[in-house]
């Protein structure tokens, strides 16, 4: 095996001699092969030893028969006394996510100290298709299918290719002695019930199933992989992002194949899940345009001929604007107040405003619009409700949430952004302009 091991990490180039890492040891058979081999293999690494204090003198036995083996290793030896239960208390965790939850975060915080290059984790090929087949009972999409990488971020798993057969005859082998840890007996995890119970059940319906599984879920990887480059083909192509919000038409997704699952890699980033995606996709067949959909961050909206996705409105506390001002800041800009005299060259951008100084009563009020609110366009005669002046320039229910308004006593001088009122208006006959001019 140790042939096997060299050429595996050589050829995927996970290990480097001249580097040193840390190897997480529980003391059982999986940790004590791999440590083993590390030696023989001639990498330099440190040893990290959680004792969960779980199991009393048991756990105790654990953490002095791994001391014991990193000083056969050469190895230095770290030890952490984890307040297991006291961790799951707090942050109402299962025992196993509490354990795993410490013990990453401890691992992480000796390779930064020690300059360490990876953190190495003895996970093998059966601990493989047990996460792959817990994953289908999750109901994962075709990532969960992907397994574990033999290296993600800092994190290195060499013993991805070779069994726990494998691992079992070569300690024979070498004569090897290590931990039974007693709760890998029991069958109340779903982890332990698929190992003991399930999968051998599996891996005896034919000599080659365990090769034809794995052969499989590779294939999978390799299809799914080819899935998010196309995403990301289509994504580029098809997603419009433009002031902090994203949209994209009907026409872009809708005819396609799969359309749920090419969503779904879109919206699951903004906290969308799987069941969410699907009845937006049935409501996108149905034509309900108007209804939202919502994550905890973000907010879906379906329009006329698109979906538009946007973050949450934060609460916007009115500003007020006293005459001396020079500037106020909204979330999507900074704003200049500039003061003119005489003839002006009159700016038409919608952006920035040019009123009637004279016209105006200070303090101004910077507000977010509300249902009732009426102002008379520029160019019009008559009130009208802002709610009916969006619906005419067809501004999406989702963006009307970001639309504020500019007031001088009770009366709307500016829909901010689209249109000013035609009171407030710059004119010919303007001595004084009040210039809101975005920087």
């Not at 009916?388 to 308004?405: S, V, W, Y």
Request: glycine share 6%; proline share 2%.
């Amino acid at each position: 095996m140790i042939e096997a091991f060299i050429e595996h990490i050589k050829n995927k180039s996970l290990l480097d001699s001249n580097e040193k890492y840390l190897l997480a040891c529980s003391g059982g058979l999986d940790s004590v092969c791999l440590g083993t081999l590390l030696y023989f293999s001639k990498i330099n690494f440190e040893v990290a030893h959680v004792n969960f204090q779980l199991r009393e003198k048991e756990s105790d036995d654990d953490e002095k028969f791994v001391r014991l083996l990193a000083e056969s290793w050469r190895s230095e030896f770290h030890v952490l006394h984890a307040e297991t239960s006291r961790v799951r208390q707090e942050k109402n965790l299962s025992t196993q996510m509490a354990a795993r939850e410490i013990r990453y975060d401890w691992f992480e915080k000796i390779r930064k100290t020690r300059n360490l290059q990876g953190i190495i984790i003895a996970h093998h090929q059966d601990d493989q298709l047990e996460t792959i087949f817990l994953n289908l009972l999750r109901g994962t999409g075709i990532e969960g299918l992907y397994g574990m990488a033999d290296r993600r971020g800092f994190l290195i798993r060499p013993l991805l290719p070779f069994s726990r057969k494998n691992i079992l005859d070569y300690a024979k082998e070498k004569s090897l002695k290590w931990r039974e840890d007693s709760s890998n007996t029991k069958t109340d995890y779903k982890r332990n019930k698929l190992r003991l119970d399930v999968l051998p059940i599996i891996y005896n319906t034919s000599e080659d199933s365990r090769a034809n599984l794995i052969t499989s879920f590779n294939r999978l990887k390799d299809t799914g992989r080819a899935f998010s480059g196309l995403f990301e083909l289509w994504k580029s192509k098809s997603i419009l992002d433009q002031d902090g919000f994203q949209s994209v038409k009907f026409e872009d997704f809708m005819h396609l194949d799969g359309t749920a699952s090419i969503l779904y890699f879109w919206l699951r980033s903004y906290g969308f899940n799987s069941d969410q995606v699907q009845e937006i996709y049935q409501s996108c067949l149905a034509g309900e345009a108007g209804k939202f959909f919502q994550s905890p961050d973000h907010i879906l909206n379906i329009d006329r001929n698109q979906l538009i996705l946007a973050p949450k409105a934060k609460h916007f506390d009115a500003i007020e604007i006293s005459e001396n001002d020079l500037g106020f800041i909204l979330p999507e800009g900074k704003y200049e107040i500039l003061k003119l005299k005489g003839e002006v060259d009159l700016d038409k951008s919608s952006m920035n405003a040019m009123l009637d100084l004279d016209q105006l009563n200070f303090p101004l009020t910077i507000r977010t619009w509300k249902e009732g609110d009426r102002f008379i366009p520029l160019g019009m005669k008559n009130s009208k409700k802002i709610s009916d002046f969006l619906i005419d320039l067809k501004i999406p229910l989702i963006k009307k949430q970001e639309i504020r308004i500019l007031e001088s006593g009770e009366k709307i001088a500016w829909i901010i952004g689209y249109r000013i009122a035609d009171w407030a208006k710059h004119t010919a006959a303007t001595r004084k302009t009040l210039y809101l001019k975005k920087r």
